[in-house]
């Protein structure tokens, strides 16, 4: 059932109860009208800007965390495969600092199962560990709310931060001035860093997916935004028009007006990719059939119906529409690109799965 932006249910909240028999939790992915491109701190993976994103109601992640005492090292299973290399080193990372926070030693054992091709530019990292977050926080037992566990998630993957949330999420960047003397710089930079829900008004969107190419990229979307801030000139003009992009997309979002919505996020987007082909040496995910895709919009505006295309880090356009809208502008992106393509609308936040509450 796509939820309505405008009444979400309430995010999920961790008593501190640890789960001994291990918890379950299914996240969704989101795409973002205003992007995410860019860290000032790796390693808090801190952003230089705010993005703002709409979490969907499709392709899910399930991920399960039991505590596997006496056991010497984690065992995660991605898709039915054990993972190894750099996918499993992230999220052994990533239990390490929920085991540090909850003053625990255990390993675990971790299955995750993806309904989006992984690795493919369509956000299997933000469901992936948001999933984690709420699936491993609550095995070890942290008591957390809705903006901690943002946090969390935030550590694993930047666009993990917003899956917390359905419907339409901001991510704060947070500042980096430490004012508070009680506590130390790092302390504060975290705590500042979360999404947050955005209310909207009057406003019933999809977003056509074109499926043009779900096989993993070249370019690791993490290598790809370091190279673009170290090297391509275009990067702090991005980012100064990122910050009124935000401004503006929160205007139209409250209006419920679609158009400005689209018009912001269109432009956001080319504008982030343009940052990434200035980079040295060239990142580029865009593919022939990508701009068949944005021709395909133009046209489709050109005729009146209002779409605006957003596209991440791989070649596959998300098409912003009226949910009304979406059987002709799938239609449309199908016969351009003879891709199949998937229609999405606004989704719920990660929690965990009921019984484990
Ligand atoms: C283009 O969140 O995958 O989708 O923090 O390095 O894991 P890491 O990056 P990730 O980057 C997402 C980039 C994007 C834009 C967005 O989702 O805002």
Request: glycine share 8%.
């Amino acid at each position: 059932m796509p939820v309505d932006a405008g009444k979400l249910p309430d995010a999920q909240l961790l008593d501190g109860r640890s789960r001994d028999g291990g918890a379950t939790a299914v996240a969704h992915p989101n795409i973002a009208l205003v992007k995410y491109w860019g860290k000032r701190d790796e390693r808090l993976v801190l952003p230089y800007t705010d993005s703002l994103s709409m979490t969907l109601d499709v392709f899910p992640t399930t991920t399960s965390v039991r505590l596997s005492p006496g056991a010497t090292t984690d065992e995660v299973t991605l898709n039915g495969v054990l993972a190894e290399g750099e996918a499993g080193r992230r999220i052994t990372a990533f239990l390490d600092l929920v085991r540090e926070r909850a003053g625990r030693a255990e390993r675990a054992v971790v299955c995750t199962s993806n309904t989006v091709p992984t690795g493919a530019g369509l956000a299997s990292s933000a469901s992936g560990f948001a999933a984690l977050a709420v699936a491993s926080a609550a095995a070890y037992g942290l008591r957390l709310d809705a903006t901690g566990l943002s946090r969390l998630a935030r550590r694993g993957s930047g666009s993990a931060s917003r899956s917390i949330f359905g419907g339409f999420a901001v991510w704060r960047a947070g500042t980096d001035a430490g004012t508070d003397t009680d506590r130390d710089a790092e302390t504060v930079m975290d705590l500042a860093s979360h999404a947050e829900p955005v209310p909207v008004g009057d406003l019933a969107p999809a977003l056509v997916i074109a499926l043009l190419d779900t096989g993993p990229k070249a370019v690791s979307s993490r290598e790809a935004m370091r190279r673009t801030v170290e090297t391509s000139p275009l990067y702090r003009a991005w980012a100064a028009s990122s910050r009124a992009d935000l401004v503006e997309m929160r205007e139209a979002l409250r209006h419920g007006d679609l158009a400005a919505v689209g018009e912001v996020a269109e432009r956001n987007a080319l504008g982030m990719h343009a940052t990434m082909l200035a980079a040295r040496p060239a990142v580029r995910y865009l593919s022939p059939t990508s701009v068949t895709v944005l021709d395909t919009v133009l046209r489709l505006r050109r005729d009146g119906v209002p779409a605006y295309a957003t596209i991440d880090a791989g070649p596959n356009v998300k098409v912003l529409c009226r949910s009304s809208d979406a059987d002709q502008v799938s239609a449309a992106v199908r016969a351009a690109a003879s891709c199949p393509v998937a229609v999405a609308h606004c989704g719920p936040g990660a929690r965990l799965q009921t019984g484990d509450r």
